[in-house]
C-alpha cells in the first residue's frame, strides 16, 4: 500500500490525468524531442550571456550618470549674463 491507502501501484492523487503513449509514438518523439534539445539549449545560453552583459552595461551607465550628476549638481551654477558676478544665497554679490 501507498501513502493514500493505494495498492495499485498507481502515482499522483485522484485528479491526476494520465495519457498513453504508444510505443511507435515514443520511439518517434524520443529523437526529436533530444534533437530539440541539443539545438535550443546553445540558444538559451547565448541568451543568458546577453542579459547578464546586457544587465552589467545598464548599470555601470547608471553610475557614470549619477556620478555625473553629483558632480555637474554640486557646483550650484545658475544662469546669468555674461561678465556678471554670482551672487550667493543671501543675493548679495561675492
Do not use: C, N
Amino acid at each position: 500500500m501507498d501513502r493514500q491507502g493505494r495498492s495499485d501501484g498507481r502515482v499522483g492523487g485522484g485528479g491526476t490525468r494520465r495519457v498513453r503513449l504508444p510505443a511507435h509514438a515514443a520511439f518517434i518523439l524520443g529523437p526529436v524531442l533530444g534533437g530539440l534539445y541539443v539545438l535550443v539549449l546553445p540558444l538559451i545560453a547565448f541568451v543568458a550571456v546577453v542579459v547578464f552583459l546586457s544587465r552589467r552595461a545598464a548599470r555601470l551607465a547608471a553610475a557614470g550618470g549619477r556620478a555625473l550628476a553629483l558632480t555637474l549638481g554640486a557646483q550650484k551654477w545658475v544662469p546669468g549674463k555674461r561678465g556678471e558676478k554670482p551672487q550667493d544665497a543671501s543675493g548679495g554679490a561675492r
